[in-house]
């Protein structure tokens, strides 16, 4: 009920910055309509279903915790938000359709998060604990910072675990309802985003696929290839810029994604291999130069050997250290393939990148 509140601001300002994109090229639209197809149906999709099954699965296992909170429950319910974080770094690269509707990407997870607003607003709730929030029709509205992972990853790695602060025997603690609210509004959020694929309210598959003939949000199947060859682009870029370069300069490796959880490494792993999977489905077959199409790949596998090679989690990786040495390398290779990707690949493909997210960053 509460969606459609944000529903056509989003996607207006989707289309909008669509139409900032290159015009479509002639010849070009039923082959982009085969590539837009191919990783809606064969990438996306799966995706986000995955994410959407893990989601139910978190906030299942919130609920058995907070009837019982103990170290064994506990365990579980961090195996869930690892299981569901894992399905969110899998699709984390895609920034158009669904998941930008309601504000649900910054609602996953609001990172880098500069200012410590996640923080802020954890702190000044467990200080007012106020249950009206949870209600389900009223958390979606609460602050975008406290509604995801970022959140929930505070309150089951901090820094000093206190089992009874989550409650005991029949009460609850407000910071379990609270990890309850969360974990419900991840599971809600995703298994939206693949109802608004699908055929219903939104059917933005349709909408993506109709782009052939042109509608109200896409002039045509080419502008959606350039929207999907943007958010390969722009992941890679959020991996160099913020999952890497940020917490090493300074080495303040506080400043990594899922620092607490100690899982920054993994999130590269995994959206390193997701990004090459989009290449792959989508955008391989297009490129008539085999040799650049041979160094993409040669590239992603590079990368994805570099991140496996580092055996310390990244927040434990000592300065000068046989690990620190081996980041270095994974920065300078991601670097190579995330030029690759901006430059060269959309002139062989005749797309063009327009905007990203991190653009003035």
Not at 63 to 83: I, M
Not at 176 to 188: D, F, T, V
Not at 251 to 261: D, G, I, K, V, Y
Request: aromatic content about 8%.
């Amino acid at each position: 009920m509460y969606r459609n509140s944000f529903l056509a601001p989003v996607l207006l300002t989707g289309a909008l910055l669509g139409m900032l994109l290159s015009a479509k090229s002639e010849g070009a639209g039923s082959g982009w309509l085969a590539v837009n197809q191919a990783i809606v149906d064969q990438h996306l999709l799966p995706r986000y279903r995955r994410l959407a099954k893990s989601g139910r699965a978190l906030s299942d296992q919130a609920n058995r915790f907070c009837d019982g909170p103990d170290a064994q429950t506990l365990e579980q319910f961090r195996g869930a938000f690892n299981a569901a974080m894992d399905d969110w770094m899998g699709i984390q690269h895609m920034r158009f359709g669904p998941v930008a509707m309601y504000l649900r990407y910054n609602r996953y997870q609001i990172w880098p998060d500069k200012h410590g607003t996640a923080a802020k607003q954890l702190r000044r709730l467990l200080a007012r604990e106020d249950r009206t929030l949870f209600a389900p029709e009223r958390f979606p509205h609460t602050s975008v910072a406290i509604q995801g992972f970022t959140s929930l990853e505070r309150l089951l790695y901090p820094a000093r675990l206190e089992l009874k602060a989550f409650g005991s025997g029949d009460q609850t603690g407000y910071r379990c309802e609270l990890a309850e609210a969360i974990a419900g509004n991840i599971a809600h959020m995703s298994s939206g985003v693949v109802e608004d694929w699908q055929p219903g309210e939104v059917a933005f598959r349709d909408l993506v696929l109709g782009a052939e003939r042109g509608n109200d949000y896409f002039e045509s199947s080419e502008e959606v290839s350039s929207r999907l060859l943007n958010d390969l682009h722009t992941q890679l870029q959020a991996i160099v810029d913020n999952k890497l370069l940020r917490p090493l300069q300074g080495f303040n490796l506080r400043r990594a994604e899922s620092w607490r959880s100690r899982r920054s490494l993994r999130n590269i792993l995994l959206n390193l291999k997701a990004a090459k999977e989009l290449y792959q489905v989508g955008f391989s077959g297009t490129v008539a130069d085999r040799g650049l199409d041979e160094e993409i790949e040669a590239g992603f596998n590079k990368a994805i050997a570099g991140v496996e090679e580092i055996e310390v989690p990244l927040y434990e990786i000592k300065k000068e250290s046989e690990a620190y040495k081996r980041l270095q390398q994974l920065l300078a290779d991601s670097r190579l393939l995330k030029r690759l990707i901006a430059t060269r690949l959309p002139k062989a493909v005749g797309l063009s990148l327009g905007f990203n997210s991190l653009d003035g960053d």
